[in-house]
């Protein structure tokens, strides 16, 4: 079946950008729970400055901006979070990274980014400050990095690309609102 989406999505350039839109719609008129989630994926997936690992997916999915802890609760089975994104969110078995079905998407989501996903760099700033602020990293004594890191898989991820996210993208929005 994702074969025949690839295939599809190849012999299509003048109509993807449609195709995408439909796919999309199609994505917000589930149940509110099911639609929420597969746009979070999106997002995530389309802003993200390197591929995620499915952990560091999960962890970002998982976190409610302000909490100081981290609720597994909140974790998405793996089926329903393929499941939810219609076909447009893969999983690399290879590299357990999460991806979009196709190169064009991230091209149709760059020029559509509003459209889908409305402050998404501003909530992504959010999300890394909150999870950098969570009780069990800043507590921790690990003196080892790799433990640390172990521990917490988002971390690294977080630590290294929230300043690009805060750049231009939100910078401006913080400065206006102080």
């Not at 993807?16 to 839109?21: D, P």
């Not at 089975?77 to 079905?101: A, F, H, K, M, N």
């Not at 004594?141 to 988002?154: I, S, Y």
Request: glycine content about 6%; proline content about 3%; overall charge neutral.
């Amino acid at each position: 079946m994702r074969a025949n989406r690839r295939l599809a999505l190849n012999k299509l350039p003048g109509e993807l950008y449609g195709a995408f839109e439909g796919n999309i719609d199609r994505t917000k008129q589930q149940v509110p729970s099911s639609s929420d989630l597969a746009l979070d994926i999106l997002m995530w997936v389309h802003l993200a400055e390197k591929p995620l690992h499915v952990n560091e997916l999960l962890e970002s999915l998982a976190l409610k901006i302000g909490d100081g802890y981290l609720n597994t609760d909140h974790f998405p089975s793996r089926q329903s979070r393929l499941d939810c994104c219609l076909g447009l969110v893969i999983v690399e078995e290879e590299t357990s990274t999460v991806c979009l079905v196709h190169l064009s998407l991230q091209a149709y989501l760059h020029s559509r980014g509003e459209y889908c996903f409305k402050h998404g760099h501003e909530h992504t700033v959010k999300a890394y400050l909150t999870y950098l602020r969570l009780d069990l990293i800043t507590a921790s004594l690990v003196t080892n990095k790799n433990a640390l890191l172990g521990d917490f898989p988002f971390l690294d991820y977080t630590a290294c690309q929230w300043g690009y996210h805060m750049g231009d993208h939100v910078r401006g929005k913080i400065y206006r609102k102080s």
